[in-house]
């Protein structure tokens, strides 16, 4: 997978970490066809077969188009498995385009579409000195208010704090979240660092960070409402200290797209692009049906979803990613 640049969630290490939640990875490569691809099946109710879903892939040499790769594993499944829906989700660049014979661009994406892309500097004085004006202050004045970080790996007290401030803040700006366990899991199965920032003892800000080959990921956050102190800049210069020791060369602050006016995560995209990374905009996912019936009752299903979603004023976020 790492050869055909293939992310985290295209590793195995995922796919293990995702069959703890009812998913069962299958993992195909085609070394004639240059491609390869984790898709994680899911089991349907009524004899609806399983939902096929593939974060971040397939993934595809550079001779061999991501809409051909798709294609070829779309066949595959269909003579292989009973899934009746292949919802694709590859890491291309909208710019780029995506076509693949029977895919239709899906309703809604799981993963982000958008997201900021920073370089991973050789040491700390460079990776400051990078940073635009704002953010370099922010850190700065993070640490000469009395700001502290500290990071933490696997169980722990701090990962508890932390989940409960996770809470707070998805209460406060609208978008779900998973129970407990799954982030217990989660740190347990996974190279992943939560980096806390305290002032005087009390957590203002923290985030999850996962590691893997030259990519390290920004994939959850929580800051409290009245932080007014900066430590959610040093948070993420200590992520990218975290990267660096672990190898990584590119950090991925996991989105969001610009929300529109008003909404709560205006302030999520704003503070993420204060830090000057190279803004992408990807695909998104796409969809084709493999068994017409079960496929076309299993988008009513997952439209269903996400509207509630939408009613409840909330993001669904990565929901089964």
């Known amino acids: 997978m790492r050869e055909l640049d293939g992310g985290a969630l295209q590793s195995w290490e995922w796919g293990e970490f995702r069959r703890t939640g009812g998913w069962v990875p299958l993992r195909v490569l085609d070394e004639d066809e240059g491609f390869a691809a984790q898709a994680l099946l899911r089991r349907l109710p009524a004899g609806l077969g399983a939902l096929a879903y593939v974060p971040h892939g397939p993934v595809h040499s550079s001779s061999t188009p991501a809409g051909r790769a798709a294609e070829d594993l779309a066949g595959y499944l269909r003579k292989s498995t009973d899934a009746s829906l292949l919802v694709v989700e590859p890491r291309v660049e909208e710019k780029d385009g995506f076509e693949a014979d029977g895919f239709e661009r899906s309703a809604s994406s799981v993963q982000p579409r958008c997201t900021f892309i920073l370089d991973v500097l050789p040491d700390e004085e460079a990776q400051l000195s ?10 700065r004045r993070a640490r000469k208010e009395g700001v502290e970080v500290s990071s933490h790996e696997g169980l722990s007290e701090e990962l508890e704090e932390f989940l409960g401030l ?103 995209y704003r503070f993420k692009k204060k830090f000057g990374g190279e803004e992408k905009h990807y695909v998104g996912a796409h969809e084709r049906a493999l068994r017409p019936l079960p496929a076309r009752l299993t988008r009513v299903g997952l439209d269903a979803y996400y509207r509630l979603q939408r009613l409840l004023g909330r993001s669904p976020g990565p929901a089964e990613g």
């Open 166 to 268: 996770l809470e707070e803040t998805a209460t406060r700006q609208r978008f779900a979240v998973r129970p407990r366990d799954y982030y217990r899991t989660f740190m347990r199965k996974l190279p992943a660092t939560l980096i806390c920032a305290r002032h005087e003892g009390r957590l203002l800000s923290g985030a999850i960070i996962l590691c893997f080959g030259e990519e390290a990921y920004y994939l959850y956050g929580a800051s409290a409402s009245s932080e007014r102190l900066y430590a959610s800049y040093l948070v993420q210069f200590e992520a990218l200290t975290v990267a660096r020791r672990s190898g990584a060369l590119r950090y991925d602050m996991w989105g969001p797209c610009r929300p529109p006016e008003g909404d709560p995560l205006l302030g999520v």
């Open 130 to 139: 990078a940073l635009p004006k704002d953010a370099r202050y922010s850190v």
